[in-house]
């Protein structure tokens, strides 16, 4: 009887302690009820952020920007979207950034950059007397991101970020000749190998971009135009990297910087046959000697780079009993081919249209690309001014970045051009 006796005082105990917790409940109802929306927004607007939360934690925390190697990081990780992936409040975000900056509401300006400027950085300051307003830091890295996709050249490259503040040009170290291993015995000299180390040099240039919109548009639809911009941008200017990284010639300075792949001296050149009024009759002979002037350590992760056109030529070449037949060429996944066992990469930039490939003019590329540098000195930025077009209505964005190619060893590259003028 004393055990049920003890159980019952207990449970009458456990009771009157429950009851006193549903009293203590009902009496903070609405304070805990608070508290726990406050924790479950917490909770969703860390969510709705997280890549911006995610470049805090690895850039901004870290004393440093987001630069082009995080972005290949991203890449690398899945992150290899060719659209932003901004969520929709960031977007919106952006549009009332532009918007407030161009009505001088510096209180929104302020409150918009503080969430988005990142843990390490400062004040915001006007970067212009024009009124212009620079991006937060918190924005930057989606458009870096997006130009890394949207760029052969900077995903197949050496990408070497440069100090910012440094010279006007940085030493590169490159190899004259490749590296080569032997044997070697015990207590005996190492005998000296062929590799020998040379250099290059990096010296960034200005590449520019102005763009304008009605203020009617950025008042009516930010979220739009923060897309249009931001997608826009990213894309001209991995598409002018490309141009470079391929057709560079310094001597032109009115479109090109720097000598790419096809005008760099000393990078292996064969010229196509001759005969057609087109562009060259191309031949299965020209595609394997360009294979054959690179050497064996050379077509160590080597590849094919060609326009569209040129591409649609080689696949018609025949190598068997009909037009459909591609014994040279085969499917390594989803658009995705390799030819004599080397992949293939199609972009526009390489060379122009088949028909219209001028003469002593790249007609296709192939190497490792690894042997060429793009120094990043300055990721793109993008800053907009009212002030620009003020009679217009207008506010213009701008967009900037500073960088250098250089090709560190033209010997491990070679290109197919073109015999005879075309037409």
Not at 5 to 10: E, R, S, V
Not at 143 to 162: D, G
Not at 306 to 311: E, K, N, Q, V
Not at 345 to 353: E, T, V
Request: proline content about 4%; charged content about 25%; aromatic content about 10%.
């Amino acid at each position: 009887m004393a055990n049920i006796d003890d159980a019952m005082k207990l449970m009458a105990e456990n009771i009157a302690k429950i009851s006193e917790d549903v009293k203590t409940f009902k009496e903070h109802e609405d304070e805990i009820r608070a508290e726990v929306r406050e924790e479950n927004a917490k909770a969703a607007a860390k969510l709705d952020k997280n890549i911006i939360e995610e470049v805090k934690e690895t850039g901004d925390a870290k004393g440093r920007e987001y630069n082009i190697l995080d972005a290949k990081k991203d890449f690398n990780s899945g992150k290899t979207q060719p659209f932003p992936v901004w969520d929709e409040k960031t977007y919106d975000d952006f549009g009332k950034f532009i918007i407030a900056g161009k009505a001088g509401d510096i209180e929104t300006v302020n409150k918009i950059h503080k969430d988005y400027a990142g843990k390490a950085a400062g004040p915001y300051t006007e970067t212009t007397t024009a009124g212009g307003y620079l991006l937060p830091t918190g924005f930057i890295p989606e458009l870096v991101r997006l130009e890394y996709v949207k760029s052969m050249a900077l995903q197949k490259a050496r990408v070497i970020p440069l100090p910012a503040g440094g010279g006007a040009s940085f030493v590169m170290p490159s190899l004259t000749t490749q590296a080569a291993a032997n044997w070697g015995t015990i207590n005996t000299a190492i005998g000296d190998t062929v590799n020998v180390f040379g250099q290059v040099t990096l010296t960034p240039e200005k590449m520019v971009g102005l763009s304008s919109c009605p203020n009617e548009l950025l008042r009516d639809s930010p979220m739009a135009v923060a897309q249009i911009i931001t997608d826009e941008w990213t894309e001209a200017f991995a598409l002018k990297i490309d141009e470079e990284f391929f057709q560079g010639d310094d001597s032109d300075t009115a479109n090109h910087q720097f000598d790419g792949w096809e005008f760099k001296a000393s990078v292996h050149d064969t010229a196509g046959d001759t005969g057609d009024s087109a562009a060259g009759a191309l031949t299965l002979a020209n595609l394997v000697t360009v294979m054959s002037l690179l050497t064996t350590q050379e077509l160590i992760g080597a590849e094919w780079f060609m326009h569209p056109s040129t591409w649609a030529q080689v696949r018609g070449l025949t190598g068997g009993s009909s037009a459909n037949d591609h014994p040279y060429v085969s499917v390594d996944g989803p658009y995705k081919y390799n030819l004599f066992g080397y992949p293939v990469s199609i972009s526009d930039k390489a060379s122009a249209s088949y028909a219209s490939i001028a003469a002593d003019r790249a007609i296709l590329f192939f190497g490792n690309p690894k042997y060429i540098y793009i120094g990043m000195m300055n990721d793109l930025r993008v800053d907009s001014s009212e002030a620009y077009k003020f009679n217009y209505d207008q506010t213009v964005f701008r967009a900037i970045q500073r960088l250098a190619i250089a090709v560190a060893l033209p010997g491990s590259l070679s290109m197919l051009t073109r015999g005879e003028a075309a037409g």
